[in-house]
Nanobody, 122 residues
Framework: QVQLVESGGGSVQAGGSLTLSCVYSAYTYTTMGWFRQAPGKEREGVATMTNSGSRKYAEAVKGRFTISVDDAEDTLYLQMNSLNAEDTALYYC??????????????????WGQGTQVTVSS
């Protein structure tokens, strides 16, 4: 069973930066990603990457967010720069096995973390 534990959320002013971390259990994954859910909105894909290094970003975060992984530390990262109020949400780490496709569709993911809150004040 894959276990995902997020950290790194917090409060920041607009224009600031945060780095989210997701420690995953030592298990074979094929694709991992970051999703977010703002109050009253659907959970949406933010960034995803496969174990072959293919990446995909939502249009709203392209050029500002970077997804990366450190396999030695079993940790997935999301570097977030130039944050704005629209980035305020609960951020989730997600993973799937067997299929190596950089999908931003939440239905494609099997395993989820509990989430870490990001709040951006303007």
């Amino acid at each position: 069973q894959v276990q995902l534990v997020e950290s790194g959320g917090g409060s920041v002013q607009a224009g600031g930066s945060l780095t989210l971390s997701c420690v995953y259990s030592a298990y074979t994954y094929t694709t991992m990603g970051w999703f977010r859910q703002a109050p009253g909105k659907e959970r949406e894909g933010v960034a995803t990457m496969t174990n072959s290094g293919s990446r995909k970003y939502a249009e709203a975060v392209k050029g500002r967010f970077t997804i990366s992984v450190d396999d030695a530390e079993d940790t997935l990262y999301l570097q977030m720069n130039s944050l704005n109020a629209e980035d305020t949400a609960l951020y989730y780490c997600a993973a799937k096995r067997f299929v190596s496709v950089a999908s931003l569709n939440k239905e494609d993911y099997t395993f989820w973390g509990q989430g870490t809150q990001v709040t951006v004040s303007s």
